[in-house]
């Protein structure tokens, strides 16, 4: 949806897609970190599917949607002070009112996007992602249409550019959100999973659920903060590069999308394997997950490098943005493969229950080194905004290798901890068997 955005609104105005690009790089911060906090809702629900407590999961779900509405509701006031928040960092007057007035529109959506997003996880949680995809399936095409009549002013509608894509993202994900809460409502078997019970959730539960997401919030935060102030960077160098980076880290983004889907499945397998105490398993999902991503990736990245010039020209029919944009296209070819890689390995050790050092290696690689990189490379070496890239490489190719290394760490440790675990599983039944038989006697 937001690619669809960003291809239209460019080729309604050069000028409407920077305002679009900064409303949207600061919006992006809440909407990742309001999922990194439904994360919890992923985890267990995987963990207790697992286990094989089905009916827990649905308890997990319904303690996640208050909490959804909570954080939708705390980027929403945020959202408020856009205009305010752009002239702080040092934007020009019509970049702040504008970009800023998009980010105030979209930032009307989010209590909806929150409750869409941790009830998808739930789905995904119980291997049930066929659902969400037909609701996004709806979406874009709905999506695609009203951007059509609020972008460009057709069928008597008002041509409002930017602003019009912004008020249809909206619309179409509060009906997105209806759809998608209705379906799990009206479940087969929703018994099965205690849908349809009461909100009152063991205070434990859920105070597990949300410790997970601080984490995972902070990790994700640390990222997107870090994104959001590249996009500021990219002001600085001007208007043209600002748009070239939005066009650049939209692609990105959507490319990301399939190294978040691939994420989230590693997640889920290697939730259920850690429930289940299948420690082997549970290597090997997150292996296979990394494996398949970069694969994915590596084709994505032929992609980006033979067809820059062709995908910049998809977003704009502007010559001088085609120029600045088409090289940092071409550059974000090698990134893919290291940016996919650190998304998926931060879910398997998310998977897992390794809560805080994710976070901690995020907050390093992306704003303790990259972002001082990136400055150094942009404005003391004057790489400008092909430097922007080089930062982010440099960025994510530091968190990555710290992840994998945490990983194979956990693996090793957990591979030790497996014959004690059988030995100890062992113990219990023949313990059980002991007291049965004594019961009998």
């Known amino acids: 949806m937001s690619t669809v955005d960003m291809i239209m609104v460019g080729h309604f105005s050069s000028k409407e897609l920077a305002f679009l690009s900064i409303g949207n790089s600061l919006i992006m911060p809440m909407v990742v970190i309001g999922l990194g906090l439904l994360t919890g809702t992923l985890v267990l629900s995987a963990n207790k599917y697992g286990a094989g407590a089905a009916d827990q999961c649905g308890v997990i779900w319904r303690s996640s949607l208050a909490y959804a509405v909570f954080i939708g509701l705390c980027g929403l006031v945020l959202a408020l002070f856009s205009p305010q928040i752009l002239s ?56 695609l249409f009203l951007n059509w009549m609020f972008i460009f002013g057709e069928m008597g509608a008002p041509a409002m550019g930017a602003e019009g894509a912004a008020w249809v993202t909206t619309i179409v994900r509060y009906v997105s959100a209806a759809m998608l809460i209705g379906y799990v409502w009206m479940m087969r078997d929703q018994s099965d999973f205690a849908i349809r019970g009461n909100l009152n959730v063991p205070f434990q539960l859920w105070k597990r659920q949300r410790h997970i997401g601080y984490a995972a919030s902070i990790s994700l935060a640390a990222e997107t903060f870090a994104f959001a102030i590249i996009g500021v960077f990219a002001g600085w160098i001007g208007v043209l590069p600002l748009a070239a980076f939005g066009i650049t880290f939209n692609l990105i983004t959507m490319v990301f999308m399939v190294t978040l889907g691939l994420g989230s499945a590693t997640s889920v397998l290697v939730g259920i394997a850690h ?167």
Not at 91 to 102: F, K, L, P, T, V
Not at 105 to 131: C, D, Q, V, Y
Not at 328 to 357: E, S
Not at 390 to 397: K, R
């Open 88 to 143: 702080a960092f040092g934007q020009s007057s019509d970049i702040a009112i504008r970009g800023g007035r998009i980010m105030q529109i979209t930032g009307l959506n989010l209590p909806a996007f929150m409750l869409l997003l941790t009830t998808a996880l739930f789905l995904e949680s119980i291997k049930r992602p066929f659902p969400w995809m037909v609701v996004m399936l709806v979406a874009n095409v709905v999506n």
């Open 275 to 441: 429930g289940a105490n299948k420690y082997r398993e549970l290597a090997i999902s997150g292996w296979i997950g990394l494996s398949v991503n970069t694969v994915s990736m590596m084709g994505f990245g032929v992609l980006f490098y033979f067809g820059a010039d062709f995908l910049a020209s998809l977003f704009s029919d502007d010559p001088a943005l085609i120029n600045v944009t088409a090289p940092m296209i071409a550059f974000a070819a090698v990134l893919l493969v290291v940016d996919g890689g650190q998304g998926v390995m931060i879910n398997a050790l998310r998977g897992r229950q390794d809560i805080w050092m994710p976070s901690v290696i995020q907050v390093f690689a992306y704003l303790v080194v990259m972002l001082p990189v990136i400055y150094l490379i942009v404005f003391y070496l004057g790489r400008d905004e092909i430097g922007l890239m080089e930062g982010v490489l440099i960025g994510s190719g530091l968190s990555v290798t710290c992840l994998i290394w945490r990983f194979c760490w956990l693996a090793i440790e957990d591979s030790r901890q497996q014959p004690a675990t059988r030995q100890q599983q062992s113990g219990t039944h023949g313990h059980n068997s002991i007291n049965s038989d004594a019961h009998s006697l």
